[in-house]
């Protein structure tokens, strides 16, 4: 039973290129969220996303990302004309829709290195 | 707004024995959900233990317990007999009523270091 599967484990990107990161929920999970962790802190949510719909994209910054979850395939989180600040590792988390007190299931994150 | 503060950035303790992380929140809901979570060093984020904010009851998963003060948003995790592989970032979460936001709010994290 596969987990969140998070792919590229590692992105390194120059300044000013794209970058898109995927994430595959886990079997049965409609729902998927992506988080943003800084080195040294927490994990600050971005947005939360079911297929074809954007629920909660109140932590996205309003600028340069974007996040898609089509009816087929995986959640896509894209970054266009990166800066250095953008590096940071992003984790990915599924749930089926009511999650009460389930827990969340994450990825294993995809560090991205901006140069 | 919620907000999640752990006022450890870093312990450690000597294996086999006990250490509490500590973590506050700040809400105005009465139902919620709160939880622990362990990144090692491969960064994965695994559940430790959950805790319904209607039960009065403490959450325990084997050597894990938590402490649970509802009045004082207080939401403490015991670590016992501490094991090496428990070396970890943890981080305390909130997660709001069902049928409101279902995002987690996490705390900046404690740095645990269990030594031989």
């Known amino acids: 039973n596969a987990g969140v599967m998070q792919n590229p484990r590692h992105l390194v990107r120059r300044r000013g290129q794209e970058a898109r990161l995927r994430c595959s929920p886990m079997?049965?999970?409609?729902?998927v969220y992506w988080y943003r962790q800084l080195p040294e802190e927490g994990l600050k949510f971005m947005v939360y996303?079911?297929?074809?719909?954007?629920?909660?994209e109140s932590g996205m910054p309003k600028e340069r990302f974007s996040a898609e979850f089509p009816k087929e395939g995986p959640s896509i989180l894209r970054i266009q004309q990166v800066v250095r600040g953008d590096s940071a590792a992003y984790f990915c988390?599924?749930?089926?829709?009511?999650?009460?007190?389930?827990?969340?299931?994450f990825g294993n994150g995809t560090r991205l290195t901006v140069t | 707004a919620q907000t999640v503060t752990q006022s450890q950035p870093e312990m450690s303790v000597q294996e086999a024995e006990t250490v509490t992380l500590s973590c506050t929140y700040d809400?105005?809901?009465?139902?919620?959900?709160l939880f622990w979570y362990k990144q090692p060093p491969s960064r994965q984020m695994i559940l430790v233990i959950r805790?319904?904010?209607?039960?009065?009851q403490n959450a325990t998963e084997n050597r894990f317990s938590v402490n649970f003060q509802k009045a004082a948003k207080s939401f403490s995790l015991k670590i016992s007999d501490s094991q090496l592989g428990d070396t970890a970032m943890y981080f305390c979460?909130?997660?709001?009523?069902?049928?409101?936001?279902?995002?987690?709010?996490f705390g900046k994290g404690t740095k645990l270091t269990v030594n031989p």
């Open positions: 079997k049965g999970h409609s729902h």
């Open positions: 996303l079911q297929k074809e719909n954007i629920i909660d």
């Open positions: 805790q319904e904010a209607y039960k009065q």
């Open positions: 809400t105005s809901e009465n139902n919620y959900y």
């Open positions: 979460a909130f997660k709001g009523p069902q049928g409101g936001s279902e995002k987690l709010v």
């Open positions: 988390a599924s749930s089926p829709p009511r999650t009460g007190n389930s827990p969340l299931h």
